[in-house]
């Protein structure tokens, strides 16, 4: 017996037809099927030469075109050459069109782009969580952004928040009993932002932490003094990586993000 063939043809990579075709196969166990997927068809000579093929081993046609003209040419030739041959997608595309009364942007490969995207953020959660608090300073020279600051400036919740914009962010507590790992004075200071509150405000924040936790608020890590010298610590490192530095004593997380991203680009075009 002869093995079936299917063609696979699309204006993108195929994943999304290829995916169908293959369910659809799965359905029919008396045997292996050859199925050869055709990508990237941007022209009618592609549909042609591809048709010639695919006539010569009377294969199945499957296809997802998103070009309204390369549809119609691909299915009125495969009527002419007596191929079979499946829209994929088109009546579903024509079914939107007339459901939610918009027209589709009928661009190629935009599903891929999704999942591109999609990939991209998980990556960047991943890292921000990885290169969390100092905890690894082989992410410093990784990332896209180095953020810098003392304990409960919103480090954490602002790599978090830039990883879900597809930024790597890698963050590190400054402390004075600990020297600041050697990477980050060796990165780029422009990829640097130092996080600055006022001792004031990082007081009152600390104290509200030791409430959450059920502890009270006159240990060391909400005294005043204590705070004033972590912040002039900071303020030196800061100044010898030669970074931009954020007052984030009043900002929302939301604010200072953007704030970054902003710096960021600024940086880039410098």
Known sequence: MVKPFVYIMSDSVGETAELVVKAALSQFNDGPFDVQRIPYIEDESIIDETLIQAKEHEALIGFTLVSPELRKYLLKRAEEEELECVDIMGPMIDSMERHFGREPRLEAGLVHKLDEDYFKRVEAIEFAVRYDDGRDPRGIKKADIVLIGVSRTSKTPLSQYLAHKRLKVANVPIVPEVKPPKELFEVD??????????????????????????????????????????????????????????????????????????????????
Do not use: M, W
């Not at 409430?211 to 610590?233: H, P, T, V």
């Not at 931009?244 to 604010?255: G, L, N």
């Open 189 to 270: 200071p422009r990829r640097c932002i130092g996080l600055k509150i006022t001792p004031e405000k990082l007081n009152d924040i600390r104290k509200e932490r030791l409430k959450a936790l059920g502890l009270g608020d006159e240990a060391s890590y909400a005294n005043l003094e204590r705070i004033k010298q972590e912040i002039s610590y900071f303020e030196g490192i800061v100044e010898d990586i030669g970074c931009e530095v954020i007052d984030v004593s009043h900002k929302a997380v939301e604010e200072t993000a953007n704030k970054i991203i902003h710096t960021l680009r600024t940086n880039g075009e410098k």
